[in-house]
Nanobody, 124 residues
Framework: QVLLRESGGGLVQDGGSLRLSCSLSGRIFSHYFMAWFRQSPGKEREFVAT????????LLHDSVKERFTISRDNAQKAVYLQMNSLKPEDTAVYYCAATSGGVLTTVPQRYTYWGQGTQVTVSS
């Protein structure tokens, strides 16, 4: 069982920055992938970024790859999403997720473990 807890969301102005954190508990193996998804009202959950628990495998959605960075701290058992140059369209609830599948995936249904989400609001 893996538990995830997000923090760091809030209200920020257009062009601002936020850093989301995801604290992990439970046994996490090297082949696990961690990810960030987001969901706006009336829209489906959207892939943002993913990173393997070990090694250098990661992927960001095209819409954020020039502005966001995903990273992890294995010792602290945490995953981060640094978000710069935020835009109003980035407004959403951001979720941290984990999968033991061992394969990079952007499909939310492939992720077994989810946090409760943290709200990010970007004002224009």
């Amino acid at each position: 069982q893996v538990l995830l807890r997000e923090s760091g969301g809030g209200l920020v102005q257009d062009g601002g920055s936020l850093r989301l954190s995801c604290s992990l508990s439970g046994r996490i193996f090297s082949h696990y992938f961690m990810a960030w998804f987001r969901q706006s009202p009336g829209k489906e959950r959207e892939f943002v970024a993913t990173i393997r628990w070990t090694g250098n495998v990661s992927l960001l959605h095209d819409s954020v790859k020039e502005r966001f960075t995903i990273s992890r701290d294995n010792a602290q058992k945490a995953v981060y999403l640094q978000m710069n140059s935020l835009k109003p369209e980035d407004t959403a609830v951001y979720y941290c997720a984990a999968t033991s599948g061992g394969v990079l995936t952007t499909v939310p249904q492939r992720y077994t473990y989810w946090g409760q989400g943290t709200q990010v609001t970007v004002s224009s």
